[in-house]
């Protein structure tokens, strides 16, 4: 149990805007997205109609979306772990990185 709690200490943790319902289950669902996603879609939409082996629909229709947030801890410290890599990899190197 030590051991868990020093690592927990030393590993970085999630985002604050997480709502922690990360740790039961990974997909969380995200209703203030929607809106966005729905717009996301309707734009990269190559023509309104669309016709294909499963259906077809008219983007224009398309009511709502669901949207879901991917809380995944695990997933999250392996990112971190990596950016502390690089960040280390970088300062022994004397190597800046250049920002976009």
């Known amino acids: 149990a030590e051991a868990i709690s020093s690592y927990d ?3 970085p943790s999630e985002p604050a805007y997480w709502s922690g319902a990360g ?8 209703p203030e997205g929607r ?3 729905k717009w ?9 109609c669309c016709d294909g082996r499963d259906g077809g629909f008219e983007i224009g ?3 709502d979306v669901n949207v879901w947030r991917v809380e995944n801890i695990a997933l999250w ?3 971190r772990n ?10 022994l190197r ?3 990185a250049r920002r976009f």
């Open 94 to 96: 004397r190597l800046e």
């Open 9 to 11: 200490r030393l590993c």
């Open 40 to 48: 996301l879609l309707q734009q990269a939409a190559s023509h309104p």
């Open 77 to 79: 410290r392996q990112y």
């Open 82 to 91: 990596k950016a502390d890599e690089l960040v280390l990899m970088h300062r």
């Open 61 to 63: 229709t398309i009511a």
């Open 23 to 30: 740790r039961r289950r990974i997909r969380v669902p995200w």
């Open 35 to 37: 809106h966005a996603i």
